[in-house]
């Protein structure tokens, strides 16, 4: 047996002990969970203002179902999707904290791993609820619900988490050389929310906009997941886009290990 | 009266002092007010570009409702959340004790103690925005507009601390509630755009239930010489009323506190 793969089974093994320790964590703050439903609740304006201007008649495709079908599933998506360790690397970059994590025979992105996947497990089904409620509730809205298509969407879904979690993986680890790396953060997700159709479906924005924007990783943070569940695009277009955003979400990931590599060395030569 | 002036204007100076001290960039404050302004300018652009009017809105007009908006965030961000998370932290640790023993009222010390001065970046993008729709557009408010404007800003502006106020003296029953601010900059949200924006019911919610139409549609409205007089004084009432409730819930949340240590 390799050195690497011996490694791996050592880490897969660790996996089931360092979630379950994480979704103790994640019980323990429940209270804050309450604040998510608000923030969740956030594309409902953006909602109510397209409904009403849809009863002009449909634009770009969108009737006043369609923008409910969408605004409904992006609330559910960001949950997915979106996530928020910036400023915890920065503190534990900062107060030192890190070393303990170094210490360690695990790397310190398995506990933010760890982290994330547990806090989704509270965070999905609180949304969850209410977005099949008013999915229910509204009518004429359409979904495409074939096995192949959800698969699909559990794909796309799996890759702007996993486009997030690079993401902000490789903002956090600026902290070891610049002090806001929480504005930084702060600076991504605003862009990523516009840019990847969290405010906006990427349809209503103008033509040449629309295919720079489906060249980019943002859109798998909410538009291509939402589009492949409500229908708005064909299977292989929508197999093409995950597999573009997929191939972004490797080199992302490259740049966050080189950033972490070169941190790690000079947060040990500061003598933390 | 005069004493608590005297006192509002030491506590400015006193948070001024600590905000010198611990100078958070407001460099990279006004870039995040300017990112927030950028999608929110954006998201009008895009509605303009498929439709020509708005609820009888045009697009300069609906970006006064946006100034507006980003003052209304700005006041809160500055003047009121401080406050809001100083007394939930004050309950945590029990030190709200020494907000009580001092001898002036405790609600004016304890909701206008702080300020955090840097985030006066949302303020000057909202004004700037204000200053330039109402150029674009060639108005020219008058004396009138301009003094209805203030008293209907300033009514929103107790709206706010009263509805933030409120939830904050929660926290007395409830001890950790951190982020309860939330609740109101969530609400705040649907102020981005005019109320006629909206279609009903959402319209009549926001106009006449939480009423954040009179927050940033109703003064835009006065500038912009398109008001619904009515409004105004409902908006106010309904700011005064919810002031009493704030002083009540205080009342009662200090008559309930037993000290964390005690």
């Known amino acids: 047996m390799g050195y690497h793969t011996r490694d791996m089974l050592r880490t897969l093994k660790i996996y089931p002990a360092l979630l379950r320790a994480y979704w103790q964590r994640a019980l323990v703050y429940r209270a804050t969970y309450l604040v998510v439903l608000v923030n969740a609740s956030f594309p409902l304006v953006m909602m109510a203002i397209w409904i009403g201007l849809a009863q002009g008649g449909a634009i770009q495709g969108y009737g006043a179902a369609g923008f409910a079908a969408y605004y409904l599933a992006a609330i559910l998506v960001r949950r997915i999707t979106g996530c928020g360790i910036v400023r915890d690397i920065e503190l534990l970059v900062r107060n030192g904290d890190l070393s303990v994590y170094l210490l360690r025979p695990l790397d310190v992105v398995h506990f933010y791993i760890a982290r994330i996947l547990t806090a989704r497990l509270i965070t999905i089904p609180i949304v969850a609820a209410p977005v099949l409620i008013g999915m229910l509730i509204t009518p004429g809205i359409q979904l495409n619900l074939t096995p192949y298509n959800l698969a699909l969407f559990a794909l796309a879904c799996a890759v702007g988490l996993a486009f997030e979690f690079t993401a902000q993986y490789a903002i956090g680890g600026l902290s070891f050389w610049m002090t806001q790396a929480h504005g930084a953060s702060a600076a991504f997700t605003l862009a990523e929310s516009f840019l990847g159709g969290y405010i906006v479906p990427l349809a209503l924005f103008p033509a040449t906009l629309q295919i720079v924007l489906q060249a980019l990783p943002f859109q798998s943070s909410v538009a291509l997941p939402v589009e492949i569940l409500i229908g708005r695009v064909t299977p292989d277009a929508a197999a093409a886009r995950i597999l573009l955003c997929a191939a972004w979400v490797f080199a992302i990931a490259l740049g966050a290990r080189l950033i972490w590599r070169a941190g790690v060395r000079s947060f040990s030569a500061v003598g933390a | ?262």
């Not at chain 2, 702080?114 to 970046?121: E, I, T």
């Not at chain 2, 150029?135 to 933030?164: N, T």
């Not at chain 2, 106020?165 to 939330?182: H, M």
């Open chain 2, 1 to 262: 009266m005069k004493r608590y002036l005297r006192l509002l204007a030491l506590f400015f100076k006193n948070s001024l002092q600590v905000d010198m001290e611990y100078r958070v960039n407001f460099a990279g404050l006004l870039f995040m007010s300017l990112m927030d302004a950028t999608w929110s300018v954006g998201g009008a652009v895009l509605f303009y570009s498929h439709r020509s009017s708005i609820g009888g809105w045009s697009f300069n007009e609906t970006l006064v409702v946006i100034g507006l908006y980003f003052l209304a965030y700005g006041f809160v961000d500055m003047a009121v959340r401080p406050n809001i998370d100083d007394i939930v932290e004050h309950i945590r640790t029990g030190t709200m004790d020494f907000v009580l023993v001092k001898p002036v009222d405790s609600q004016v010390h304890a909701t206008l103690r702080r300020y955090r001065f840097q985030k006066v970046a949302s303020l000057l993008v909202g004004a700037a925005i204000i200053v330039y729709a109402l150029a674009q557009l060639r108005a020219a408010p008058g004396a009138g507009q301009i003094a209805l404007f203030i008293v209907l800003c300033a009514g929103g502006a107790v709206l706010l601390y009263s509805a933030m106020t409120i939830l904050g003296t929660l926290s007395f029953w409830l001890v950790d509630i951190s982020n309860i601010d939330e609740f109101i900059v969530g609400f705040l949200e649907a102020g981005r755009y005019p109320s006629d924006a909206f279609p009903e019911p959402v319209r009549g919610f926001i106009t006449f239930v939480v009423p954040i139409a009179f927050i940033t549609t109703v003064p835009a409205e006065v500038v912009l010489g398109k008001l619904t007089p009515q409004f105004v004084l409902y908006g106010w009432v309904f700011a005064a009323l919810l002031l009493l409730g704030s002083v009540a819930m205080w009342r009662a949340a200090v008559r309930h506190y037993n000290s964390a240590s005690s």
